[in-house]
């Protein structure tokens, strides 16, 4: 699990790259599909795996400023680096004995609803990975190439 983990921070920090090589209105423009925005789009994921791994299986207090207070790119860089400096230390500590752990979400609705560590943590290299192709096609939309998805190559498996 820990080299799908890098794998996701390896191609989000390509992302952030790209986005330096992009117009801003460009990063701000409304598209087809998910959260309809370039740079709201990788702040979405970066929010999701703090809040999950951080406020969720960790159970600390953690502060997600709305999007507007950090709607640069730059910003929402230093917000991503972080997130990761926090929730980094537990993700290279997983192990086994955590995989049935259950945490308790409270939905938006109040409910209150047990999963397992190791669905969450499953569920947020997927959730990375489906919006690493939405930035994919958006990227094309723009004549730009994408960043390579591929898994190979990256030196993670050396």
Known sequence: ML???EY?????KDWFDWCETVDGEELMKLRTGGIGYILPTLYHIVTVE???ICGGIQEKEIEI???EEVASLQLVQEFSARCHEELAPFVYDWNDSLEDCIMI???DEG?????KYGEVMRHLI???IHHIGQLSVWSREIGKQPVTANLIGR????
């Not at 996701?8 to 989000?12: D, G, I, S, T």
């Not at 030196?155 to 050396?158: H, I, Q, V």
């Open 105 to 107: 979400d409270i939905t």
């Open 65 to 67: 400023p709305p999007f």
């Open 126 to 128: 997927a959730h990375e």
């Open 8 to 12: 996701n921070w390896q191609v989000r």
């Open 155 to 158: 030196g993670l498996f050396d």
């Open 111 to 115: 409910e209150h609803e047990p999963h």
């Open 3 to 5: 080299k799908l983990f």
């Open 50 to 52: 703090y809040g999950w």
